[in-house]
């Protein structure tokens, strides 16, 4: 097993309701939904944010679209307006999320490196696009 | 089976207030559309909205969409193209009249029918409806809505398709609401074309998420993509997503061809799950549609086709949007540089709040941030680095009166010349005080809702 940084792995999508921030986490690799699944728990999500989430998070899964979604309450220093954060609306809280380090095979290790990072040649390459 | 085939093309034009301006023109000279849809409002808007009103009875809409509307009003109707809008924000009456004077304006006048939708409006019968029983209680936290009533500004029921299938029937070119749900200003025109009753839960369930995949504008067609975001091509122009739905409520996503941007199953996924609750419940006023019955088949050529789509009967309570005043506050910037940045910029936030102590000011809240380093991941981004080559500080204050804020937004200047060395970025002048309006979500039962929507239809 080896441990790569959840970037690699998946993408991501964060919005708000109010003071909780949704953050949508979409594997790159459907094959890979059973791994986010296992490793990506509310309580190791919970952990990793920290102080950065006052209240409960819960998960939702939809295996139908290769996805998790996590609800952050209390996340956004009471959202909307009354914020006093840069990002009041979490429009970049999933990014976040990213950084989480998670438990893959070392052939899924292997698979993923550099995936979900632009490349150092950027633009002018153009890798395989998701189907 | 004469809907056997039919396709209905309902076009996203905006995704909020401040969108692309020229995305609906793209709409509607770049092929063929049926419907534009039109969303301005997000919760924060309505309190936006609701401040302008304040200040002018005749505002409190969106008042990009008159003079979009001037622009493309003799095309739309030249094409068929119906135009389906929440723009209206706290004061449809007025974005109507307004959009009915731009018409004439445009030359459209005796050629089109403009619609209005009222009625979501609850701010008259507040008292009435507190003192029937009807407790609005903050669907987060619990609390009665008579815990804020005197300092309430805005209630806004989020309203449904029917007054919008309504003023179709009416023959309505253009409709106008105030908080209609984002969705419904798709799946509207859905249901008038398809004549889909409200027991036909599939179908407006998979026109639910054809809203859904509407409502943002061009985060479903490759803008805010996370996904290979270095390769989408020619965002510059990007085009907007079309939902091309048949009569059984499947549909594909696509956009114009030889527009900008990409879909992909990535990109529309990635929508889907924006601002997503829980998947199985996504309640609207018409339908609670279940995303995880989602079927997506990404037929290349920006073609997504989306299928599969359950949905169970909608429930007797509609969503209200109430704005309460909640105080003021103010963000003051300063820019610090190398060497030492983030040092310099932590020394000077203490420095101001030793002062605004000293003040014996009281904030209900106050939040340094370093934009640069941790003003987005917070404590994750860890300790910043001494060679850091430059960094924002930015401070937020928060409190019940007005006269603290505004105190501390005349202590940020004074810091460039008293405080660390190495800053600038002052030019901008003092920070902005701020009135808040929060947002107090709340549930009412639809019956005491809805018998007082009215549709007008008129011609310009």
């Not at chain 1, 790159?28 to 986010?36: A, K, N, P, T």
């Not at chain 2, 009915?100 to 019968?125: H, I, N, W, Y």
């Not at chain 2, 805010?224 to 390769?231: E, K, T």
Request: aromatic content about 6%; glycine content about 10%; some cysteine.
């Amino acid at each position: 097993m080896a441990r790569v940084q959840l970037v690699h792995v998946a993408h991501t999508r964060s919005g708000d309701k109010g003071d909780t921030a949704n953050v949508g986490v979409i594997a790159y690799d459907s094959e890979h939904y059973d791994l986010l699944c296992s490793q990506l728990t509310a309580d190791r999500v919970k952990a990793h944010f920290g102080s950065m989430v006052r209240g409960d998070v819960e998960r939702f899964e939809l295996p139908n679209l290769g996805a998790l979604n996590f609800l952050l309450h209390g996340a956004l220093g009471g959202g909307g307006t009354m914020s006093l954060m840069n990002d009041a609306q979490g429009k970049v809280f999933s990014t976040a999320l990213l950084r989480i380090e998670i438990e893959v095979p070392d052939e899924v290790a292997r698979a993923v490196q550099g995936r979900g990072r632009m490349p150092a040649d950027g633009a002018m390459r153009r890798s395989e696009r998701t189907p | 089976m004469s809907d056997n085939g039919r396709v209905v093309r309902v076009a996203s034009g905006q995704g909020f207030w401040g969108d692309d301006l020229e995305a609906p023109v793209r709409q509607v000279e770049g092929g063929p559309i049926d419907y534009l849809m039109l969303d301005y409002l997000a919760e924060v808007t309505m309190s936006i909205m609701q401040k302008q009103r304040a200040r002018d009875p005749n505002a409190g809409y969106a008042r990009d969409f008159v003079s979009l509307m001037q622009r493309i009003f003799p095309a739309c109707i030249k094409q068929g193209v119906r135009v389906v809008t929440n723009a209206g924000g706290v004061n449809p009456r007025g974005c109507a009249e307004a959009l009915a004077e731009a018409g004439r304006t445009a030359g459209v006048a005796g050629r089109a029918k403009v619609g209005l939708v009222t009625g979501d409006d609850l701010m008259d019968r507040l008292d009435s409806l507190l003192g029937e029983g009807h407790e609005l209680r903050h669907m987060e936290t619990g609390a009665p809505l008579c815990e804020v009533r005197e300092r309430v500004q805005s209630a806004n029921a989020y309203i449904g398709a029917a007054p919008i299938v309504r003023a179709l029937e009416f023959g309505a070119d253009v409709i106008v609401t105030g908080r209609s749900t984002d969705t419904a200003l798709t799946y509207g025109p859905l249901m008038h074309e398809f004549g889909w009753a409200v027991d036909d839960v599939d179908q407006i369930a998979a026109g639910v998420v054809a809203g859904h995949i509407n409502e943002c504008g061009a985060q479903s067609t490759g803008g805010n993509c996370m996904i290979d975001w270095w390769q989408v091509p020619d965002l510059a122009a990007v085009g907007f997503p079309i939902v091309e739905v048949g009569a059984d409520g499947a549909f594909v996503v696509t956009k114009h061809h030889g527009s900008g941007g990409w879909v992909t199953r990535a990109s529309v996924t990635e929508q889907i799950l924006y601002e997503m609750g829980d998947p199985t419940t996504y309640i609207t006023p018409d339908v609670i549609a279940d995303f995880t019955s989602i079927q997506l088949d990404d037929q290349g050529d920006d073609r997504v086709r989306v299928h599969g789509i359950t949905g169970r009967a909608r429930t007797d309570f509609l969503k209200v949007s109430i704005a309460y005043s909640a105080g003021w506050k103010a963000t003051g910037t300063l820019t610090y540089s190398w060497p030492d940045a983030a040092a310099k910029a932590k020394a000077a936030d203490r420095v101001l709040r030793e002062r605004l102590d000293r003040l014996g000011l009281r904030f209900d809240e106050m939040r340094t941030e370093l934009v640069g380093w941790d003003s987005t991941h917070g404590a994750l981004a860890g300790e910043p680095p001494a060679d850091l080559p430059e960094v924002q500080l930015r401070v937020g204050v928060r409190a019940d009166e007005r006269a603290s804020v505004e105190r501390f937004t005349r202590e940020i200047a004074p810091l460039v010349l008293t405080g660390p060395p190495s800053v600038t970025g002052f030019a901008g002048g003092r920070p902005r005080v701020q009135e808040i309006m929060a947002y107090w979500p709340a549930l009412i039962e639809r019956s005491v809702v809805e018998p007082h929507l009215v549709v007008d239809v008129k011609e310009v």
